[in-house]
C-alpha cells in the first residue's frame, strides 16, 4: 500500500502486511498477546556489531545469504517515512505472519542506494527492477537495533491504549548514517537464538524526498494549537485519548519563542499505525517530570477529529507526511530534535533533557 496524499489522510508511520517470506508491507500491527502491557515488552540495547557479518565487499542478495541464513518467517516494517542526508533515527517493527508483535529478537539492518531509481508503485516492472539494481549494489551495515519498550506506568496508561489489542508495545530503532539522497534498499538479518533468518524490507528508504518537514536547526513553524477555552471546555474535541490528556493547557502560539516547547502531532484514536495511543501516553508519564520546564502540547491529526475531512491546518504547516512526529523546540522557537514514529520514556526523556537542559 503506498503512502496516502496529504489530501485524503496521512500515511501510517508504521507500514505492515502480511506478504510473502522474507518482504515486509504495510497494514496493520501487533497482536493483542503482545499489547503495550506486556511484561515481555522491555527495553534492550542493540546487540554488538560482530553478532553480524560485514556488509564490506558484499551486495545486498549476498548479505541477505550470509552465513547459511535462511528467508525469514518475520516481516520487519518501516515505522518512519522521512530520512535525511547524514544521521537519522531508523525505528521499525518485527512482526509474525499474523500480525503479533515480536519483541525480543536481535536484529540489524543493512543498506543499499539504489541507482538511478524512479518513484515506481510497488509492484510494478520499475519497482521490481529498482529491487534488482539494489540486490545488486554494495551494501552499507550492520546497523544493530536496540528494542525500545512503550510502556508507561500504570497511571499513565489511558483506556485508549489498554483497550487497544493492536496497540504496539515495543520499537526497534538503529542510527544509519545516508551518504546521499535517493532511494534505499534495506535488508535485515534476525538472530533468535542460533537461527538466523534473513528479509529485504518492503518500502525503501527516500532519503531527501520529505525536505519540508521542519529539521533540526530550522526555525519552527508559528501555530495556534487549541485549548479547554477554545472548546467550551469540551477535551473531546481536542483530544481523542480516553480520558483526555493533560497536553493542551497552552496555545503553542502563546509560548513560541518564549519557552521551551515538546509538539506531539499524534491521534491515538484513529493512528493507522497503533503507536499513537502508546506515544501519548509516553509524553504524558514524561511531562509530570518535566512539565514546569517546557510547554507540553498533543495536537491531533484530523478536522473535528474526523478522519474523513482530512488533516488539521496545523499538520499542513509542518508539512507532515505520517503520523506520528514529535518536535522538541527551544526558546528561540528552532527545532532541536525531531522524532517520527514511535519511541519510549526512555528516548523522549533523552530529547527533553537536551532541550531543558537538565
Avoid at 543499499?112 to 509492484?123: I, L, M, Q, R, T
Wanted: a negative charge; glycine letters at 8%.
Amino acid at each position: 500500500m503506498p503512502p496516502m496524499r496529504m489530501t485524503q489522510a496521512l500515511a501510517p508511520a508504521c507500514l505492515l502486511a502480511t506478504v510473502a517470506i522474507g518482504l515486509g508491507g504495510c497494514g496493520g500491527s501487533s497482536d493483542s498477546s503482545t499489547s503495550s502491557s506486556s511484561p515481555s515488552a522491555e527495553s534492550r540495547p542493540a546487540p554488538p556489531k560482530s553478532d553480524f557479518p560485514s556488509a564490506q565487499g558484499k551486495t545486498l542478495a549476498e548479505v541477505l545469504e550470509a552465513e547459511g541464513a535462511t528467508p525469514s518467517k518475520l516481516v520487519v516494517s518501516p515505522a518512519a517515512l522521512a530520512f535525511y542526508k547524514g544521521e537519522n533515527r531508523y525505528p521499525f517493527g518485527v512482526f509474525e505472519r499474523d500480525r503479533t508483535q515480536v519483541s525480543d529478537a536481535d536484529v540489524a539492518l543493512y543498506f543499499a542506494k539504489v541507482p538511478n531509481a524512479k518513484d515506481a508503485p510497488s509492484g510494478t516492472a520499475e519497482s521490481k527492477k529498482a529491487e534488482t539494481q539494489a540486490r545488486e549494489e554494495p551494501a552499507i551495515g550492520p546497523f544493530p537495533a536496540s528494542v525500545e519498550s512503550l510502556q508507561t506506568q500504570p497511571a499513565f496508561r489511558a483506556q485508549t491504549t489498554t483497550s487497544d489489542p493492536d496497540a504496539a508495545s515495543v520499537v526497534y530503532s538503529t542510527n544509519v548514517n545516508f551518504p546521499s539522497d535517493g532511494e534505499w534498499r534495506v535488508a535485515a538479518l534476525i538472530r533468535q537464538g542460533d537461527e538466523l533468518s534473513a528479509t529485504l524490507l518492503t518500502g525503501s528508504a527516500q532519503v531527501g524526498a520529505y525536505a519540508g518537514v521542519p529539521q533540526v536547526g530550522q526555525k519552527a513553524p508559528l501555530i495556534h494549537t487549541p485549548t479547554p477555552a477554545d472548546t467550551g471546555g469540551d477535551l473531546a474535541k481536542i483530544t481523542t485519548r480516553i480520558p483526555p490528556d493533560t497536553q493542551n493547557k497552552v496555545d503553542y502560539a502563546d509560548v513560541y519563542g518564549k519557552e521551551p516547547i515538546v509538539l506531539l502531532f499524534a491521534t491515538p484514536q484513529f493512528c493507522q499505525s497503533r503507536v499513537c495511543g502508546p506515544v501519548v501516553d509516553v509524553a504524558e508519564q514524561v511531562k509530570q517530570l518535566y512539565g514546569d520546564k517546557a510547554a507540553f502540547i498533543h495536537m491531533e491529526i484530523y478536522k473535528d477529529n474526523d478522519p474523513n475531512k482530512g488533516p488539521r491546518p496545523q499538520v499542513h504547516a509542518f508539512r507532515l507526511p505520517s503520523e506520528p512526529w514529535l518536535f522538541a523546540i527551544n526558546k528561540q522557537g528552532r527545532v532541536q530534535s525531531v522524532l517520527e514514529g514511535a519511541f519510549g520514556v526512555d528516548e523522549l526523556t533523552r530529547v527533553v533533557k537536551g532541550l531543558t537542559g537538565e
